[in-house]
């Protein structure tokens, strides 16, 4: 008997440290840690971002059907992409108003050296389909989520009920602490990736809580934008955005920041930049002007406060070429409770929206994101709690 009960024990024994060591060597596997989100769309053009544990190289096969036959990949300096992480291919010269198929394909790369080169396991993600944006398209919609803070589980659920959308911005704040990059694809965009964000763009702006922590110096690589700053500015169909980057929300010398902060001096050069993006010819030429500012531009931030700093800077720096530009809707967060500011003649001269956002299960009816319609001579902005009911909404005509 006490034979038996020892041989059971060691077999017992045997299985857990089989089970470990397979286990640990899944986790070894060569394997998407994130599969494809797609970024900043174009008439002619997205970015197409995914997630690999090991070094490897990469590309997306891509093409009007699901046959696909297109590749592109990425090189820097003659050399193909090789690494771990976060990965990004560019698509180029595509047609407007065009349904594409897609997928991306990661190989591992065992072995780089000068004269030898081993090749590991080749891995396929499923297909995807997108579509451009036709030229001076005059009817789409888009949703805005601000301040998930990294909790995107709700957004699961507004996407079953806003089936018909054309893309999402995300207005900062979608992280809180920036300590670890692969936060970045584990808490965010792996699930806006499973959610939608693989057939329907997203458009980034950073928050006051993306600039803090190490790792929020990384944050870059996963931002497609046209010159690699945070702020930007991009057409889509009749409507050109404009989307601004904040900055902390405290003086930059504020003891929590360590003097690692310069954030006045960087405002003053967007605003530089903003002055020259309201004078192109894009933006006369659309019909509609939204921008994305995470801290929403007040009537009262004409106070300079501890914790409103940054609000007041932006207010005092951005507002008055928004103004004189003349733009339709500002979309903004910061604060988690919904506001629609309205126009006045010292600061906004036009409507702010301050979406309310916060993931919590226990109050369902808050507002949760935004919805935007564009439609011929009207955006109408619908906020929205989570069962997709309207709260609130305005509407500006032209
Ligand atoms: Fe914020």
Redesign the pocket.
């Known amino acids: 008997m006490k034979i038996l009960r020892s041989l059971l024990i060691a077999s017992a024994g045997f299985f857990f440290v089989l089970t470990l060591s397979v286990n640990a060597q899944q986790e070894n596997n060569f394997k998407i840690t994130c599969t494809p989100f797609l970024e900043n769309i174009r008439t002619n053009s997205v970015a197409v971002f995914w997630e690999v544990n090991k070094n490897s190289t990469g590309w997306v096969e891509y093409g009007m059907t699901g046959n696909l036959g297109s590749v592109e990949r990425t090189f820097k300096d003659g050399m193909a992409d090789v690494g771990a992480g976060i990965r990004k291919v560019m698509l180029t010269g595509l047609k407007p108003g065009t349904k594409y198929f897609y997928r991306t394909v990661s190989c591992e790369i065992k072995t780089l050296e000068p004269y030898k080169v081993v090749f590991g396991d080749t891995l396929k993600s499923s297909i995807y389909a997108f579509e451009t944006p036709a030229a001076n398209q005059k009817e789409f919609s888009f949703l805005a989520f601000?301040?998930i803070h990294d909790a995107p589980q709700y957004i699961e659920e507004v996407i079953k009920k806003e089936k018909e959308f054309n893309f999402a911005v995300f207005d900062?704040?979608i992280l809180t602490d920036l300590n670890d990059e692969t936060d970045f694809t584990r808490k965010i965009f792996s699930p806006l990736s499973t959610y939608f964000a693989a057939e329907k763009p997203i458009f980034l702006i950073r928050?006051?809580?993306e600039t803090r922590g190490a790792a929020a110096r990384n944050l870059y690589k996963y931002f497609d934008t046209p010159d690699g700053k945070f702020y930007y500015t991009f057409t889509y169909g009749n409507t050109f955005f404009i989307m601004l980057d904040?900055g902390e929300?405290k003086p930059d010398n504020n003891k929590y920041y360590f003097g690692l902060a310069g954030y006045d001096k960087y405002r003053s050069e967007e605003a530089k930049w903003l002055e020259k993006a309201v004078k192109s010819p894009e933006f006369k030429k659309a019909k509609f002007k939204i921008a994305c500012l995470?801290?929403p531009i007040k009537m009262n931030a004409g106070e300079d406060t501890e914790g409103g700093h940054g609000m007041y800077d932006c207010s005092k720096k951005f507002a008055p070429i928004l103004n004189k530009a003349g733009i339709d809707l500002m979309l903004s967060?910061?604060?988690?409770k919904y506001e629609i500011i309205k126009p006045g003649k010292d600061t906004n001269r036009f409507p702010v929206i301050v979406g309310g956002a916060y993931y919590d299960a226990k109050n369902p009816l808050r507002v949760a994101y935004t919805r935007v319609n564009i439609v011929k001579n009207r955006i109408s902005v619908e906020l929205k709690n989570l069962n997709g009911e309207i709260v609130d909404r305005i509407e500006v005509k032209k």
Request: include cysteine.
């Open positions: 601000n301040d900062g704040d928050g006051n809580h904040c929300d995470h801290m967060g910061h604060t988690h």
